[in-house]
């Protein structure tokens, strides 16, 4: 079976840093698009940074030049490292994977997400 684990928030002072890990195991992460999403309450969950198997990574407008995503391959674990934090950065923050397929639906798998709070 597929998890995804998430850990690394927590709660941090404006203008701090913080890195998120997520553990997947059950795939590769490096044959999926792996992803960082958040979502705060009364809001719908957005994507906050990309990395594909290839290709180039996509970021949010709201966070470029602050946050970057990694992936380590020897640990099948996916980073995103968040710099400058601001206040509005606060979110529940999930890990996902996606796989496009050819044939069949695509597959699509989350983590159960970390809490980040940045306060002011």
């Known amino acids: 079976q597929v998890q995804l684990v998430e850990s690394g928030g927590g709660l941090v002072q404006a203008g701090g840093s913080l890195r998120l890990s997520c553990a997947a195991s059950g795939i590769i992460v490096s044959h999926y698009t792996m992803g960082w999403y958040r979502q705060t309450p009364g809001n719908q969950r957005e994507l906050v940074a990309a990395?594909?198997?290839?290709?180039?990574?996509n970021y949010a407008d709201s966070v470029k030049g602050r946050f970057t995503i990694s992936r380590d391959s020897a640990k099948n674990t996916v980073y995103l490292r968040m710099n400058s934090l601001k206040p509005e950065d606060t979110a529940v923050y999930y890990c996902?994977?996606?796989?496009?397929?050819?044939?069949?639906?695509?597959?699509?798998?989350w983590g159960q997400g970390t809490q980040v709070t940045v306060s002011s």
């Open positions: 996902n994977a996606n796989l496009l397929r050819f044939i069949g639906k695509p597959l699509d798998y």
């Open positions: 990395i594909p198997g290839s290709g180039s990574t």
